[in-house]
């Protein structure tokens, strides 16, 4: 009822909410007090990578142009793997196996083995639980959020600046 912003978390493949009448999603609702908070989208996508075995490291756009179309495999042992696997269709991939592991558990090394012939990327989660030596095919994924109104920290930003300014002001006494 105080949010002056609402950011929604989306999966890459999951579509716009449409604007809703209950305050729970906060979709181009308003408060009690008549107050419309600000809506903004969220939806990570692929921002570089990391090979696991030489320390490689390349932002996604020269991974892509590297490994083209070829299929890869992912794999995940996070809460919702469907959301990574879907972020990387979303960016071109062609997945030709996913490998869904219970969250917090590590990848086995034998069902990596079993993955097809081509890269296998997974998360930054993940790669920390991989025990050396590491298959040669993993590749460690770094997400970073992408936004549907680019501006809005800028907004944000604004706003705390006129805030601090009228707090001090009246502080003082001055009258904005």
Do not use: N
């Not at 999951?14 to 729970?24: K, R």
């Not at 069902?111 to 095919?137: Q, S």
């Amino acid at each position: 009822a105080q949010a002056d912003w609402l950011i929604t978390h989306l999966a890459a493949d999951e579509p716009e909410p449409p604007p809703a009448s209950g305050i729970h999603t906060g979709m181009g609702t308003h408060t009690p007090t008549g107050h419309t908070p600000r809506s903004v989208l969220m939806r990570l996508e692929p921002e570089g990578v990391t090979h696991l075995a030489s320390g490689r490291d390349l932002p996604w756009a020269d991974w892509r142009a590297e490994h083209g179309t070829a299929p890869c495999s992912a794999a995940a042992g996070i809460g919702r793997p469907e959301r990574f696997f879907a972020m990387l269709r979303a960016a071109g991939v062609v997945l030709s196996r996913t490998l869904r592991v219970p969250d917090h558990q590590a990848i086995p090394a034998d069902a990596l083995r079993d993955l097809p012939p081509g890269p296998i990327l997974i998360t930054p989660k993940d790669a920390v639980k991989c025990v050396p030596p590491h298959d040669p095919r993993l590749w460690a994924v770094r997400a970073a959020p992408g936004f549907s109104d680019a501006c809005w920290l800028d907004e944000i930003d604004q706003s705390l600046r006129t805030a601090a300014r009228a707090r001090t002001s009246a502080a003082a006494g001055i009258t904005l």
